[in-house]
């Protein structure tokens, strides 16, 4: 049997002819990293299950986007701890809340610098579910809207460049759209968290934003891992309902629906590498079992590869840091 006249080798001899024909690039602007912010002075707290991630307090912050804007990272996403909660969840929308005040300490140190606000309750209520409940412990769709809605206005009002809703309410992407043009936010984008699985990656931000439900779980909200077709759907609701940017989350079990997500919208498309993902990976680099580097930015390229334009990841310092020395 004579060998073909194309030989793929050819063009994998050297690092040069490789990088000429490389198809998928990854870049530290692809990036947001997420923040934990919290009430206090001079804390920085590590998170057992998430090592070289933290919780900041406010006066932290400045240090950390001087930091991330010499690694070329060009947003952040917060997460609030408050430090007392109710069945109302009114720190996440209460103008003093700790969401409100980062964005102000960020914004006044660095006008510049993009600020993504998460927005769902979790953190927020007593009893940790992502928005007010019935008398059964079921989340009420439609008055979390309004509680959805005020949270979004709040940060724009404080000068958050992009919301991002996180809940899952059915509607909450037209409410909060809205909500911040009826205020005078019309230039304020949204990120969807268009497709978010009820996931088994999450347990270490429960840990880090101190947000697991007191009882039962998020089935009833967010979706089945078994299921393609309602992502498409869902995905479908948020463009209509005027999502300027849809998500999948997570990431690493979900390439399939990132890749069906960008084929089928052609939108904008995030994926958010979770706490799970990360802390599987930094605990098997630190038993010597696989070569970190390699395996955070082959899974990242592969979360670009398969069609997410923007990348949430706690790997973002580390990742930025490899790509520049190379």
């Not at 993009?114 to 927020?124: L, S």
Request: aromatic share 8%; hydrophobic share 40%.
């Amino acid at each position: 049997m004579e060998f073909p006249a194309y030989r793929p080798r050819r063009l994998r001899r050297t690092e040069a002819l490789r990088s000429m024909i490389r198809e998928t690039s990854l870049h530290p602007s692809d990036f947001i990293y997420p923040l934990f912010v919290k009430f206090g002075t001079g804390k920085r707290d590590e998170i057992s299950s998430m090592p070289g991630v933290f919780q900041l307090t406010l006066d932290q912050l400045p240090a950390e986007i001087d930091e991330l804007k010499s690694l070329g990272i060009p947003a952040v996403i917060l997460f609030g701890l408050p430090d007392v909660k109710d069945e109302a969840g009114s720190g996440a929308y209460a103008t003093d809340g700790i969401v409100q005040q980062a964005i102000r300490a960020i914004k006044a140190h660095d006008p510049e610098y993009t600020v993504v606000t998460d927005v769902c309750m979790c953190e927020y209520t007593s009893h940790g579910h992502c928005g007010a409940l019935d008398e059964h412990g079921c989340v009420l769709n439609d008055i979390t809207l309004e509680m959805l809605a005020h949270t979004a206005v709040s940060h724009a009002e404080a000068g958050a460049d992009m919301v991002a809703p996180s809940d899952m309410m059915d509607g909450r992407v037209g409410a909060i759209r809205a909500a911040l043009d009826a205020e005078g936010y019309s230039d304020v984008p949204i990120m969807a968290y268009a497709a978010k699985y009820a996931s088994g990656y999450y347990g270490p931000f429960r840990e880090a934003a101190d947000s697991a439900p007191a009882f039962g779980d998020r089935r009833a909200y967010q979706m089945d891992p078994a299921n393609a077709e309602e992502a498409l759907r869902e995905v479908a609701l948020d463009i209509a309902e005027g999502a300027d940017i849809v998500m999948v989350k997570p990431a690493l079990a979900y390439m399939d629906i990132i890749r069906r997500v960008k084929d089928e919208f052609g939108y904008p498309t995030a994926a958010y590498n979770v706490s799970g993902e990360y802390a599987m990976v930094k605990a098997a680099a630190r038993n010597g079992w696989i070569d970190e580097k390699r395996v955070v930015l082959e899974t990242l390229t592969a979360f670009k590869r398969a069609g997410a334009e923007i990348i949430l990841t706690y790997h973002a310092k580390d990742a930025a840091r490899w790509l520049k020395e190379g």
